[in-house]
């Protein structure tokens, strides 16, 4: 079955601090890729997506996210985390109108 | 800006008991989606609606079932609530292609069946 995967369930990290989380699919072919967002007590949004050209994107609040074909990856950055990135993140694929979401990460950032 | 609204935040109902959850988009999209969010779990599509009086179940369909009568309204109905769909459940809304187009959430309904 097609999945999404995302390794870290929890994060915990200080202020200042580089972000990375992990998204791996196992979709074949063109894929269509988002991160979405959850920020406490609010409803999920749109951080980024990529669909075709540079595979570097970059979305709101600083965040950009990296598309590597060969790995089945899109991992999502930010170099420095503010306290008030402190959400749930959620990487999701599409392909042939089937989207599929990952289990989320949780990102604590410590002020 | 879209505005995807559902009926209730908060609900508690009892085992055995009928129940809708109602979610209502204002942006004219053709589908709209139901999902649970359970922890450690992230998001299941139970079913979604691609046209009015359309339905399609997803990957956790059994135990609900769902109305589209109208293009800016879809309904989640458990018809007979148990213990293990105490959840949060998400309503969506995208364009019609939805390998290009966002979905559109709602703040959620956290129901909790005793």
Redesign the interface.
């Known amino acids: 079955a097609q999945s999404?995967s995302?390794h870290n369930?929890h994060v915990i990290l200080s202020e200042a601090a580089s972000l990375e989380l992990g998204c791996n699919y196992s979709y074949g072919g063109t894929v269509?890729l988002?991160w979405?967002v959850q920020y406490p007590g609010?409803?999920?949004?749109?951080l980024l997506?990529y669909?075709s050209g540079d595979p570097l994107v970059k979305g709101i609040k600083g965040f950009e996210a990296e598309f590597i074909k060969s790995k089945f990856s899109f991992n999502l950055r930010k170099p420095s985390v503010q306290w008030s990135d402190t959400a749930e993140y959620?990487c999701a694929v599409?392909?042939?109108?089937?989207?599929r979401?990952?289990?989320?990460t949780r990102l604590t950032v410590k002020p | 800006d879209v505005k995807?609204t559902q009926s209730s935040r908060y609900l508690v109902k009892r085992t055995g008991e009928k129940v809708f959850l109602e979610c209502v988009q204002d942006m004219d999209h053709e589908n709209m989606f139901w999902?649970r969010q359970d922890p450690?779990?992230?998001?299941?599509?139970i079913y979604f609606s691609y046209d009015v009086k359309m339905k399609e179940k997803g990957d956790i369909p059994e135990g609900y079932s769902v109305s589209r009568e109208k293009k800016e309204r879809f309904s989640l109905i458990l018809e007979s609530a148990s213990t293990n769909q105490t959840s949060m459940y998400?309503c969506?809304s995208s364009l019609r292609?939805?390998?290009?187009n966002?979905?559109f959430?709602?703040?959620?309904t956290r129901l909790t069946v005793l």
């Open positions: 999404v995302q369930h269509n988002f979405y609010q409803h999920l949004q749109l997506k669909f959620f599409t392909r042939n109108n089937d989207m979401f990952g289990a989320g | 995807v999902y450690g779990l992230g998001l299941r599509l998400l969506a292609d939805t390998s290009y966002e979905q959430f709602g703040p959620g």
